[in-house]
């Protein structure tokens, strides 16, 4: 049973940092691409970065260029997202999805497979 379970996330002021984690079963990572997204209330769940399958390319949404790095460890099948300089606006749910194929849009909510339950993050001073 292909299960993703999301951690990390909580309550940081203006400026700080967290790690994201994302822990895999049911599969192995190099098998396939993770995405982090983010919703936000009110708004469309949108893609953050993403690592794909077999080649560990990564993409970030450029706006998060610099502030949020995505990484995995394949001995412990688990994607980070690490986020650093936080602002309100970073405040939302986040959620990794994982996929089996890649295609030339690695923000397609669509083409993922399997979600997370999500992890709150909550930037406020």
């Known amino acids: 049973q292909v299960q993703l379970v999301e951690s990390g996330g909580g309550l940081v002021q203006p400026g700080g940092s967290l790690r994201l984690s994302c822990v895999a079963s049911g599969f192995t990572l190099p098998n396939y691409a993770i995405a982090w997204f983010r919703q936000a209330p009110g708004k469309e769940r949108e893609g953050v970065s993403c690592i794909t399958n077999w080649n560990n390319y990564t993409y970030s949404r450029d706006s998060l260029k610099g502030r949020f790095t995505i990484s995995r460890d394949i001995a412990k099948n688990t994607v980070y997202l690490q986020m650093s300089d936080l602002e309100h606006e970073d405040t939302a749910v986040y959620y990794c999805?994982?996929?089996?194929?890649?295609?030339?849009?690695?923000?397609?909510?669509?083409?993922?497979?399997?979600w997370g339950q999500g992890t709150q993050v909550t930037v406020s001073s």
């Open positions: 999805a994982a996929r089996v194929r890649n295609n030339d849009y690695p923000f397609q909510k669509e083409s993922y497979n399997y």
